[in-house]
C-alpha cells in the first residue's frame, strides 16, 4: 500500500513569506506527527494529532509555527514570517494508536524548506 | 540539553566486519528504544527496537543491546554490507508521552566499503 506523502517535496521562500506544508498519512492511521530535521541535527517533534485534534504541540518553536488536521488524514503545516533558521527538512510520519504500547512510526521523504 | 546522545557522527567498516553503533540518553522516563535508518532524500524507516523489560533483541544480522543501568544502548550490524552505508538514528520514547513522540540523537553514518 501507498506510504506517507508529502508535498512539495522541496520549497524555496524568501525570508518573510508564508508557507504550506502537506503530508497525506498512511490510510486508516489516526495519529499524525510532525518533526523538523536541521542540517546536522536528527529530527525533532514539533506536534502530534489525534484524529482532528493537536494532542501534544509542545514541540512548536513559537507561535509563526501552526498545523492543522481537519478531516482527521491530511494535515498542513502553516509557517508564518518565515526566517533563514526555518530552513530544515520538515519530516511527518503516521501511526495506529494504542496509547499503552508504542505504535510503530511511519515516515515520509519529507519537504526541504529553504528560506532566502 | 540532549536527551539521546550518539557522540560518533560517522563510522567506517569493512564488508562482513562488524558495525557497532552507540548511543546514551539522560532521561529515566525512557522505557522504549529505536534505531531507525536513513539514505539521503528519504525519510527514516523503522530498523529495530528494545523494550526496556529486555536486554537484547535480535533481528536478522541486526542485534540491539540496552544497558538500562548506564543508559546505553547499542547497534550490532553482522556481516555488515555495502547497502547498510545510511545514517543510522537512536531514538526513544515513554509511557510519560504515551508513546506519542520520538526524542532522536543526532544520527551516525556508516559507510560499508567493499
Known amino acids: 500500500g501507498a506510504g506517507v506523502s508529502q508535498t512539495p517535496s522541496n520549497k524555496v521562500t524568501e525570508k518573510g513569506k508564508y508557507v504550506e506544508l502537506r503530508c497525506d498519512p498512511i490510510?486508516?492511521?489516526?495519529?499524525l506527527y510532525w518533526y523538523r530535521q536541521s542540517l546536522g541535527q536528527g529530527p525533532e517533534f514539533l506536534i502530534y494529532?489525534?484524529?482532528?485534534?493537536?494532542?501534544?504541540d509542545s514541540g512548536l518553536p513559537n507561535d509563526r509555527f501552526f498545523a492543522v488536521r481537519p478531516e482527521g488524514s491530511v494535515s498542513t503545516l502553516k509557517i508564518q514570517r518565515t526566517e533563514r533558521g526555518d530552513s530544515a527538512v520538515y519530516l511527518c510520519?503516521?501511526?495506529?494508536?494504542?496509547?499503552?504500547?508504542?505504535?510503530?512510526?511511519?515516515f515520509g521523504p519529507g519537504t526541504r524548506l529553504t528560506v532566502l | 540539553d540532549q536527551q539521546v546522545k550518539q557522540n560518533s557522527p560517522s563510522l567506517s567498516v569493512q564488508e562482513g566486519r562488524i558495525s557497532i553503533l552507540n548511543c546514551d540518553y539522560t532521561?529515566?522516563?525512557?522505557?522504549?528504544f529505536l534505531w531507525y535508518k536513513k539514505y539521503p532524500a528519504e525519510g527514516p524507516t523503522f530498523l529495530i527496537s528494545?523494550?526496556?523489560?529486555?536486554d537484547k533483541n535480535e533481528d536478522g544480522r541486526f542485534t540491539v543491546f540496552l544497558n538500562k543501568s548506564a543508559k546505553h544502548l547499542s547497534l550490532h550490524i553482522v556481516p555488515s554490507q555495502p547497502g547498510d552505508s545510511a545514517v543510522y538514528f537512536c531514538?526513544?520514547?515513554?509511557?510519560?508521552?504515551?508513546?506519542?513522540?520520538?526524542?532522536f540523537g543526532k544520527g551516525t553514518m556508516l559507510l560499508v566499503s567493499p
Open positions: 494529532f489525534q484524529g482532528t485534534g493537536a494532542a501534544d
Open positions: 531514538a526513544a520514547s515513554g509511557l510519560n508521552s504515551g508513546y506519542s513522540t520520538l526524542t
Open positions: 490510510s486508516g492511521h489516526t495519529a
Open positions: 510520519a503516521s501511526s495506529l494508536t494504542d496509547p499503552s504500547s508504542y505504535n510503530e512510526q511511519f
Open positions: 528494545i523494550s526496556s523489560i529486555k
Open positions: 532521561n529515566s522516563m525512557f522505557d522504549y
